[in-house]
Structures are given as C-alpha cells and as structure tokens.
C-alpha cells in the first residue's frame, strides 16, 4: 500500500454523469464539483501534466471506480482478471480557474488585452 501513495501522490474529483443504473465518468478536477455524484481517486503527477486519466470503473446501480491511472497498460491488466463488468474510459483533468489564471500570469498578457487603437493613445493623423 505504501508502493502505490508514494507513486501517486496527486488527488482528484471525478465527477459522474447520467441516471442510476448508466452513469459515466466525465472529468476530473483537483478541486470538488459542487454538485453532481463524485469519486475522489489518487492519481500520478503525469495524469496532471497529461490533462488526461484513465479509470478502470465498473458500471451500475454501484457506480465503482477501481483504479485510477496516467498511463492505460496497467489499468488492461487488471480489467482482464476483473472480467466484462469493467470497463476503461479515459476522462479530461480540467484545470481550475485559480490555475488557469496563475499560468496566464506567469506567461504574461496576451497581445489581445492591450488594444491598438485606444482612444487617446493613437498619435494624431
């Protein structure tokens, strides 16, 4: 047990959409979705830098997410001893806003925030 926390320290919401009995996995986030049914899963640091995991989950009245993954070859391993009942979906890792915003600051303004032609600033023609 203490092999796998090391190797995936990262944890993320996966939230879940659809009826009782045919759900399925839609995305994940770091951060809790307000509303929605929703599976907190460890992951590795590369399913963040990959903007993409994948879920070894068992549909139904029990929606179960097994296992949680950056890469998919070990998630068929395990589906192939689990059986049919499982399946594997890989889901975006959305970045929250407070993310999105701090790698626009890092980067800087995009030329399209300053306008050219600002009342005042354009010279007299």
Request: glycine share 8%; aromatic share 4%.
């Amino acid at each position: 047990m203490a092999e796998w926390a090391a190797e995936a320290p990262e944890r993320l919401y996966v939230l879940f959409e659809g009826s009782r009995g045919d759900r399925r996995p839609v995305s994940a986030r770091a951060r809790a979705p307000r509303s929605g049914i929703k599976v907190r899963v460890a992951v590795e640091k590369q399913a963040l830098a990959a903007a993409q995991v994948f879920l070894l989950h068992r549909r139904g009245h029990g929606d179960m997410v097994i296992k949680a993954s950056a890469r998919r070859e070990p998630l068929v391993e395990l589906q192939s001893k689990l059986g049919a009942a499982y399946e594997i979906t890989a889901i975006p890792v959305l970045r929250s806003a407070v993310a999105q915003a701090a790698a626009h600051d890092r980067r800087g303004p995009t030329p399209q925030a300053y306008p050219l032609s600002v009342s005042g600033l354009r010279p007299p023609g």
